[in-house]
């Protein structure tokens, strides 16, 4: 017998067709991976239909939107928005005083929030956890425990019914987040970074200035945006600190809920004029935001 017809002969192997799963391990990965997918289309589902429903309702007429059968078809108006900028319910006092109020405090939220979350990173000192717990415990607290204290104080500092005042408040909630947020932001940046510009000749302001903030771009992005959304939308402190002179939107779209009834087209548009520019500055800002929001947010320092 030679040595050749002494080996075994097996059968070749077929490799498995494209798209057949190769193992149970690599069978159940897919699976997973549909059961995700599904997850987030249901999940992107529930969170836009509202939304496309309430931009569709805001160009309807008042037959359209009160219609007991919902009409997917129907002939676009403008008549909602221009009843939200004409006679009693002009509503560009409010959006002025919206951008204001909201412009103003996330801007000072950012800027002390910097500073102060900068000093928060960079110090060496004893109880510096628990300091930063309890700075973000403020912002943890429900806003009714802060109403009447804040109330009492800005109504002897005459702050009532005022921008000013409105600022204020929202820096009470603001504030704290964007220490706790832009400290751990500056977390992450090494500190032989400041140390070598410190070397160069830097000044400690210059190094913080030159170095440390450009590196934390989307940190300070993504804080800026999220105070801004939170003042934007906020009707608790509106309702309690504002008047005639400084009332912001979310007042404006209560006051259409009234004892006859409920101008559901109305409302519907000034929820559009409410939420189109969140979610269009959120787009905007979309990669320093993802960023921001996986990088130094997660740290929990």
Not at 94 to 100: A, C, E, G, R, T
Request: proline residues 7%; positive net charge; charged residues 10%.
């Amino acid at each position: 017998m030679s040595a050749t017809e002494a080996v075994p002969r097996h059968p070749p192997v077929s490799a498995a067709p494209r798209g057949t799963p190769q193992s149970p391990l690599e069978e159940t990965g897919r699976g997973t991976r549909w059961a995700v997918w599904v997850i987030l289309a249901l999940f992107m589902l529930w969170t836009l239909v509202p939304l496309v429903w309430m931009l569709m309702s805001s160009f309807k007429n008042r037959t359209d939107v009160t219609a007991a059968t919902p009409q997917a078809l129907f002939q676009p108006t403008l008549d909602n928005y221009r009843g939200l900028f004409s006679g009693p319910n002009n509503l560009t006092p409010y959006i002025w005083h919206s951008v204001l109020a909201a412009g103003i405090s996330a801007v000072l939220a950012v800027c002390l929030g910097s500073l102060a979350g900068y000093g928060l990173a960079r110090t060496a000192m004893r109880g510096k956890r628990h300091l930063a717990f309890w700075i973000i415990s403020t912002r943890m607290a429900p806003i009714a425990a802060v109403v009447v204290p804040l109330f009492i104080i800005f109504r002897g500092l005459n702050l009532i019914d005022t921008i000013p005042g409105l600022v204020l408040a929202y820096l009470t909630f603001n504030l704290p987040f964007a220490i706790w947020l832009m400290s751990a932001f500056f977390a992450e940046v090494p500190p032989s970074l400041e140390e070598s510009a410190l070397v160069a000749g830097c000044t400690r302001w210059q190094a913080f200035w030159t170095v440390i903030l450009p590196l934390t771009k989307a940190g300070l992005v993504t804080t800026f945006i999220l105070c801004l959304v939170f003042a934007w939308n906020d009707y608790a402190f509106a309702v309690v600190f504002s008047g005639p002179n400084s009332q912001t939107l979310p007042i404006a779209a209560s006051q259409l809920v009234t004892q006859t009834g409920v101008d559901w087209g109305q409302l519907t548009a000034i929820g559009t004029i409410v939420v189109v520019p969140m979610m269009l500055a959120g787009l905007a800002v979309r990669r320093w935001l993802v960023t921001g929001l996986t990088l130094g947010a997660v740290t929990g320092e």
